[in-house]
C-alpha cells in the first residue's frame, strides 16, 4: 500500500486528507455519531506517507487542504454570525468563513511536513507525530482554543485522560489508534499487521473501559459529597432587545420559581441580559427595576456591565451576590473575544465609525473566587468564574482552580445567542466539559438563550436546556434548569495530576516540536562538505 500512496498524485492525496477533517467535522457536536473522531488521523497519516519524498510545498498543500474541513464543517455558524453581526452579504459571510477554515488548516499543513520527513517507522514515528501535533496547535494562534476530537466530549468514558495530561493527553489516544490502523494497512509483514490491528482495536476499548472504571471510582467518592441545588435561568432574550422590563421580569419569574422548586443557588446570564449598567465599585443590591433579589432570597451569581465614571469604556463583570444583597465579590473578564469586545491594533472609535455592532471593553486582570454562602449560612463553598468563552481556555481555567483557597466548581455566564440555534453553542459546551474532567469539579452554565446545562465532575452534561432562536417578531418564553449537583472536592485540597503538572504536556510538546527540527537541521550543516579554501 506504501507504493500505491506514493504514487498518487498529489491532488489524490489532498483528496484523501481532506476526508480525515471532515470525519471530525461530522464527529463534531450535536453529532450523532462522535465516534468518528476516531477516524480522523487515519487519512492524514497515510497522505503523510504519500507525500515523502516530495517537496514541502506540497507536503504542506496536502495536509493544509486535509485540515480544511475542521473550520468549514465544524464552524459553519461563523457564516451566519457575519451576516447577523457584521451585517455582511452571504457571499462575503461564506468568503470569511473561508478565511477562517484556511487559517485553521494550516497547522494540519505544518503536521503532515512534519510527519512526512520525521522518522519512517516504529514507536518513534508514532511519538513525533503525536508530539509535533500537540506541539503545533498548541504554537498555532487560535480566535477560539479547538480540538478536532471536540466531538468525543458527547461520549465521556473517552475523554477521561484529561485528567492526566489535558486535551492532549486524549489526542495521544486516538493518535495511538490512528498510527496503528496505519501501520496495520502498510505492514509487509503477518506479525506486524495482527499486532498493529490488536492494538488499534484495543485502544478504542481500552480507553472506554478505563474511563468508566474512573468515573465509577468517582461516583463513589462523591456519594456523600456535599450537594447543592441550583437554579440556572435562561431568559431566552431576542438578540439586541432593549425593554428592560421584560429581561427583568423574564429573570425575576424563573429566579422565584427555580426557589420554590428548591434551588439554594440562583445564577443568571452573561452582562446585557442583566439590563443595567452598574457604576464600580457596585456592592449592593439596586433598588426598583434595577433589583436582583426582587423575587426570590437565595445568592445569585450574575453578569453586569460595569463602569468608572468619565471612563467610555466598560468592563464585562460577574458578581456574587449573597441571600442579603450584598456584592461578596466581582470578577472582570479577562479574555475578551477579539472585535466582539476587544478591537486591537487600530483606535477603537475609529473601527465602530464602520462596524458599529463591535465594541472595546477593559479587560480584567486576574482570576477570582466566588465565596457562595447557602440563605441558611450552613455552608459557604467556592466557586470559580469564567465569563463567556473562558471556559474554553484550559490555561486560564487552571488559574482560577489553583488559587489559594481552591474552588468547588467552576460557574460560567455567557451569552451565545449571536449565533442562533446552530452547532456553536452545543461546540463551546462540549470544549467547557474537558475543563471539569481535567480538575474533577463540576460547572454550571446560564446561556442567555440556551444550552444552559450542568456538567457533572466526570466531564458529563448532566442536564441542559435545549437553545432557542429568540427573535423580535418571534419570542421564547424564559426557561429554567433546577438540578442537585455534588460537589465531591476542592481544588485547592485534591488537585489533579492535571493540575499538579499534567498540564506540562501540552507545552513539552510544543519545546520538542521547535527544538527536533532545529537539532535535525543543526547536524545537516555540521554534515554538510566544507568547501576547499583558496590556496
Not at 495482527?194 to 478505563?210: C, D, F
Not at 455592532?357 to 482570576?367: F, I, L, R
Not at 510544543?510 to 550543516?525: F, I, M, N, Q, Y
Amino acid at each position: 500500500m506504501t507504493a500505491w500512496l506514493q504514487a498518487r498524485s498529489t491532488r489524490t492525496l489532498a483528496a484523501i486528507a481532506f476526508t480525515g477533517s471532515l470525519c471530525f467535522g461530522l464527529a463534531s457536536p450535536p453529532s450523532a455519531v462522535p465516534a468518528l473522531a476516531w477516524l480522523g488521523f487515519i487519512p492524514l497519516l497515510l497522505a503523510a506517507v504519500g507525500v515523502r519524498g516530495r517537496s514541502g510545498k506540497s507536503q504542506f498543500f496536502v495536509g493544509w487542504v486535509g485540515g480544511l474541513c475542521t473550520g468549514l464543517v465544524g464552524f459553519p455558524w461563523i457564516a451566519l454570525t457575519l451576516e447577523r453581526f457584521a451585517g455582511f452579504p452571504s457571499w462575503l459571510a461564506f468568503l470569511g468563513l473561508f478565511l477562517f477554515a484556511a487559517f485553521t488548516a494550516v497547522p494540519y499543513g505544518l503536521w503532515v511536513l512534519c510527519v512526512a520527513r520525521g522518522p519512517r517507522a516504529g514507536v518513534l514515528r508514532f511519538v513525533w507525530a503525536a508530539a509535533s501535533w500537540v506541539g503545533l496547535t498548541t504554537l498555532w494562534p487560535a480566535f477560539f482554543p479547538y480540538t478536532p476530537l471536540i466531538g468525543l466530549a458527547q461520549r465521556a468514558p473517552w475523554i477521561q485522560a484529561a485528567e492526566l495530561g489535558g486535551v492532549p493527553a486524549v489526542e495521544w489516544i486516538v493518535l495511538g489508534f490512528g498510527y496503528a490502523v496505519v501501520a496495520a494497512l502498510l505492514a509487509t509483514q503477518t506479525r506486524v499487521r495482527l499486532v498493529a490491528g490488536a492494538v488499534a482495536l484495543a485502544l478504542p476499548a481500552l480507553s472506554w473501559g478505563l474511563g468508566s472504571w474512573r468515573l465509577a471510582v468517582l461516583d463513589a467518592q462523591a456519594e456523600h459529597a456535599p450537594v447543592v441545588t441550583f437554579g440556572i435561568v435562561q431568559p431566552n432574550t431576542a438578540l439586541f432587545a432593549n425593554r428592560r422590563l421584560d429581561k427583568m421580569q423574564r429573570l425575576w419569574a424563573m429566579s422565584a420559581a427555580a426557589q420554590a422548586e428548591g434551588a439554594d443557588v440562583i445564577v443568571w446570564p452573561e452582562a446585557g441580559i442583566y439590563p443595567w449598567v452598574q457604576t464600580r465599585p457596585w456592592t449592593e443590591d439596586g433598588q426598583g427595576m434595577r433589583r436582583v433579589l426582587k423575587a426570590h432570597e437565595r445568592p445569585t451569581i450574575l453578569g453586569v456591565a460595569t463602569h468608572a465614571m468619565g471612563d467610555p469604556y466598560e468592563w464585562n463583570t460577574a458578581v456574587v451576590m449573597n441571600a442579603q444583597g450584598e456584592i461578596t465579590a466581582s470578577f472582570d473578564k479577562t479574555v475578551l473575544v477579539p472585535f466582539g469586545e476587544r478591537i486591537p491594533i487600530v483606535d477603537p472609535r475609529w473601527a465602530q465609525r464602520y462596524v458599529p455592532a463591535m465594541s472595546h471593553n477593559h479587560a480584567g486582570e486576574d482570576p477570582a473566587l466566588f465565596p457562595v454562602e447557602l440563605a441558611d449560612g450552613s455552608a459557604t463553598y467556592g466557586a470559580g468564574p469564567l465569563i463567556c468563552y473562558e471556559d474554553i481556555f484550559a490555561d486560564f481555567a487552571r488559574e482560577v482552580a489553583a488559587q489559594e483557597r481552591g474552588i468547588e466548581f467552576f460557574v460560567n455566564v455567557t451569552i451565545d445567542t449571536w449565533f442562533g440555534d446552530t452547532a456553536e453553542p452545543w461546540e463551546h459546551l462540549a470544549l467547557a466539559q474537558f475543563r471539569s474532567v481535567e480538575h474533577r469539579v463540576p460547572m454550571v452554565r446560564s446561556v442567555a438563550a440556551g444550552a444552559s446545562s450542568v456538567v457533572d465532575h466526570g466531564g458529563r452534561l448532566v442536564a441542559s436546556l435545549p437553545v432557542s432562536d429568540p427573535q423580535p417578531t418571534r419570542p421564547v418564553g424564559p426557561q429554567r434548569l433546577v438540578h442537585a449537583v455534588a460537589l465531591p472536592r476542592n481544588t485547592a485540597d485534591a488537585p489533579t495530576i492535571y493540575a499538579r503538572g499534567g498540564w506540562l504536556l501540552g507545552l513539552l510538546c510544543a519545546v520538542a516540536t521547535v527544538l527536533v527540527p532545529l537539532g535535525a537541521w543543526g547536524r545537516r550543516r555540521l554534515a554538510a562538505p566544507k568547501e576547499p579554501q583558496p590556496s
